[in-house]
């Protein structure tokens, strides 16, 4: 073993194999000792800089003593820059509501995936659905994942314990008759072009009213999503970032899109010279009357009311997302085009969610596939044996 460095506390190899770092931290004027463990020497160090970090934040609990309920409340306050606030206050309300008055009070060192199986099965007898059990695995899950990264956890007892079976959200994309008349039913409508928007991109809502002028290039038919607007309690109206480098994304607009934008820029001047002093100037698309952005849920009262009248009354406002997969998919079964439409991740996320969709383009393959094998299109029978062209084995032997 070399020799110790200063600042790195007490290192020890434990009899086990293990490697153990011990250091002392104050709390409520009471000094302690603190360990932390790793499989390696250098990884017992990141995890002893990790806790000295968590205790200058003002974490000073120890492993074996801490509870799940402090270890989870402590977990959302230092990772909260990690999430979007709506993000945050959907973790916290599932860890307060669930999680942690069923298992709070286990020692998060000896939490098993017996804890939260039961813990989970509790949840399901109490009438909670299988879409908020699955979060709050996930959610816990996530939480462990980093108490094993900060070496104050040796195992994961979410990932181990058994998953929550979820059925999604049953889907209801408009037909071509629908998407028809929703297209005659907007004409000279305020909100014409970003409906339009959204029924022929696939975008969210969020980037639907988070458009801005110079995101658009309506002489070269195309957008650009760079943004996605949401409420969020106490800060109001937040343009971010998409969530991911593909959800940052250029789709093309289809003429009738490009004319109702014109529309748009013309209606917006109108209202500018309306407002007058009350104009405020904020580059979006979609405003208000005074300039200001609108409200995404703007949208979805306006969409309660359209989808009654184009004869699509179970249709979310969502559905026009899957409206534009689901047709894309079964027009062309280019899945590769419609994951970068709609900006997921990953094709295999898009693979996922509507692979059901895809053409049978499996029957398409095997079918020219046995046209080549058959000789001239035909299947070989007992005449093609028999033909002059046809020599026997023994002939050609």
């Known amino acids: ?28 004027g009471a000094r302690r000792r603190v360990s932390v463990y790793g499989r390696t020497r250098a990884e017992v160090l990141a995890n002893l800089r990790a806790a000295r970090k968590r205790a200058e934040q003002g974490w000073s609990g120890e492993p074996q003593r801490t509870t799940l309920e402090q270890f989870l409340r402590h977990w959302l306050e230092v990772t909260q820059d990690r999430r979007r606030p709506n993000t945050n206050r959907s973790y916290h309300d599932v860890l307060e509501k669930y999680v942690i008055p069923r298992l709070g009070k286990a020692r998060l060192a000896r939490l098993t995936p017996l804890h939260v199986d039961e813990a989970l099965a509790g949840m399901a007898t109490d009438g909670v659905g299988a879409r908020t059990r699955q979060m709050a695995h996930t959610v816990l899950r996530a939480a462990l994942n980093d108490a094993i990264r900060w070496g104050i956890a040796e195992r994961n007892a979410a990932a181990l314990s058994s998953p929550i079976s979820h059925t999604a959200d049953e889907r209801h994309p408009l037909t071509k008759e629908q998407l028809g008349a929703l297209g005659e039913l907007l004409a000279d409508d305020s909100l014409e072009a970003c409906f339009l928007f959204l029924g022929t991109t696939g975008a969210r809502r969020g980037e639907a009213v988070g458009l801005c002028w110079p995101d658009l290039d309506l002489d070269g038919a195309s957008a650009t999503i760079r943004r996605s607007l949401q409420r ?11 969530k991911t480098e593909r959800s940052k994304r250029d789709v093309p607009l289809a003429p009738v899109v490009v004319e109702a934008f014109h529309h748009r820029r013309e209606a917006q001047a109108a209202e500018r010279e309306l407002a007058g002093d009350a104009w405020v100037e904020t580059g979006y698309v979609f405003t208000t009357a005074i300039g200001t952005p609108i409200d995404p849920a703007v949208l979805t009262h306006r969409w309660e009311q359209i989808r009654r009248e184009i004869g699509a009354p179970k249709a979310r406002l969502h559905d026009l997302r899957h409206t534009v997969a689901s047709i894309g998919l079964r027009e062309s079964s280019d899945i590769l085009a419609v994951s970068r439409l709609l900006g997921h991740s990953r094709v295999s996320t898009t693979t996922d969610i509507y692979g059901h969709d895809l053409t049978d383009g499996g029957r398409d393959l095997v079918g020219v596939m046995g046209g080549l094998l058959a000789r001239n299109g035909t299947r070989p029978g007992a005449d093609d044996a028999a033909s002059p062209s046809s020599p026997s084995i023994a002939q050609s032997a």
């Open 1 to 28: 073993m070399g020799r110790r460095v200063a600042g790195e506390g007490n290192v020890r190899r434990r009899a086990d194999g293990r490697w153990e770092a011990r250091f002392d931290v104050t709390s409520h």
């Open 232 to 242: 969020v309690k106490g800060k109001g109206l937040v343009a971010y970032d998409p």
